[in-house]
């Protein structure tokens, strides 16, 4: 794809999100720099400044299970405080129980159900890290594996 396509379907995608995923999107880009402060002192800050990627020698380090698993909780607390500063609550029943189970999966599959909920600013995944789906998991993990990817959009390095 050219740079203009890239562009233009990403801008349609935006544009096709409702504004609860704007937000939440927006809020995650504002706390690139956090997130980086916070993960690259891991790796020693040795990346490569035109691809933004880590360097091979500790890119093993800084996307291992145990980095990825820590900073996906810490970026879960980023979002939950996030929206429950925007009003949301959690749902009513225990985590672990077989009511939230059931309404966890049903959360990801009927899009009806989950936009009631939204509307009502209640949020299936206000709950500790651990007890979230596998899904809502790799969410996380994937803001701290797409820093290389974000910055590169955002930051011109031809001239480098």
Not at 55 to 67: N, R, S, T
Not at 96 to 117: L, P, Q
């Amino acid at each position: 794809l050219t740079d203009y396509e890239v562009y233009d379907k990403a801008e349609s995608l935006w544009q096709n999100l409702s504004e609860k995923d704007k937000v939440s999107n927006r809020q995650a880009a504002d706390h690139l720099w956090t997130k980086i402060r916070l993960v690259w002192p891991t790796i020693n800050w040795k990346y490569n400044p035109k691809t933004f990627e880590p360097d091979p020698e500790v890119a093993d380090l800084l996307f291992g299970d145990k980095i990825l698993q820590e900073y996906g909780e810490i970026e879960h607390r980023r979002w939950c405080a996030d929206l429950l500063l925007q009003g949301f609550v959690p749902f009513e029943h225990a985590y672990g129980s077989s009511e939230y189970d059931e309404d966890a999966t049903r959360w990801e599959n009927d899009k009806i159900f989950k936009n009631r909920h939204q509307e009502q600013k209640k949020h299936i995944s206000l709950v500790p890290y651990k007890h979230l789906t596998t899904k809502n998991q790799e969410r996380d993990i994937n803001q701290i594996k797409e820093i290389p990817e974000f910055l590169r959009r955002v930051i011109n390095t031809n001239n480098l």
